[in-house]
């Protein structure tokens, strides 16, 4: 299943076309060394142009996801090496950015980018656990820290689970609004993180200059332990953020991760 990019979204269609193709990679559809779409079939299939259809390829091809063989075509890189997960049994409202930055006694503030229904895609569904297809709220959102530029969070929440989501105060923690409002309380969530470099679009908004670095930690969290209710991805800028990891304790990550899930 293909799709459809929002032509009218704010959001570039090259952006678009990107994060489509990196969906149909880590879902493997496409495996390593495996021939994608050629750029006239890219824009026979989305409507677009052969600029936009380039751009997405070259910024993949740039962060390592893709690779190019003259005269023959686009194929997908082999994976790069994932080290482990965190997990976090245990999620308050005192872990929460924006407290912790409030209690530090700087200025927080969010501002919501966009709002919009997606169908999810085979990795989404498989992630959230829910049907291929199946609609999900998208928002993103700019967080800022003393008026600068932190991250920009991109959350997907199934349209079941959160009905008319898109109506609420977005601006406001999304924890708290989802134990107040659907009386979901998120009881654990697993993260991951890795380090990418920025795109023309994630530069601009974070005040960054492309192919700077910075750190992705993608997350699902669970309402009860057991379903998936929000899958989260947040690109944080590399000189506003630091990386602890406490190696005590050692799990498998066989044993927390879902079958054919992002992370």
């Known amino acids: 299943m293909w799709t459809l990019l929002e032509k009218n979204s704010f959001i570039p269609l090259y952006y678009q076309l990107k994060e489509e193709i990196r969906d149909r990679i880590e879902a493997r559809e496409w495996l390593p060394h495996s021939q994608i779409p050629s750029v006239r079939e890219l824009c026979e299939t989305y409507g677009i142009s052969t600029t936009t259809a380039k751009q997405a390829l070259s910024e993949l091809a740039h962060e390592g996801l893709l690779y190019s063989i003259q005269g023959k075509g686009t194929f997908v890189a082999s994976p790069r090496f994932a080290s482990g997960l965190s997990e976090t049994t245990v999620i308050s409202e005192e872990m929460r950015l924006g407290t912790r930055v409030r209690q530090l006694g700087r200025d927080f503030s969010v501002s919501v980018l966009s709002v919009d229904t997606i169908h999810s895609s085979k990795l989404m569904a498989t992630t959230l656990q829910v049907n291929e297809g199946s609609t999900v709220t998208r928002i993103r959102r700019l967080k800022c820290v003393d008026h600068i530029p932190m991250l920009i969070e991109t959350t997907f929440i199934p349209t079941d689970v959160c009905p008319d989501l898109q109506h609420e105060d977005l601006t406001q923690s999304l924890f708290r609004l989802l134990g107040a409002r659907y009386d979901i309380h998120l009881a ?17 908004l974070l005040s960054q200059i492309p192919g700077c670095l910075a750190m992705l930690n993608e997350r699902v969290s669970y309402a009860d332990g057991t379903r998936p ?10 000189d506003m953020c630091k990386l602890y990891v406490d190696l005590t304790q050692i799990r498998s990550v066989r044993d927390m991760v879902h079958p054919g899930s992002s992370f």
Do not use: H, P
């Not at 654990?188 to 601009?204: N, P, Q, R, Y």
């Not at 991805?233 to 590399?238: C, E, G, M, T, Y």
């Open 188 to 204: 654990k969530s697993l993260e991951g993180f890795k380090i990418v470099f920025l795109d023309t679009l994630e530069a601009d």
């Open 229 to 238: 209710v929000l899958y989260g991805k947040s690109l944080i800028r590399a």
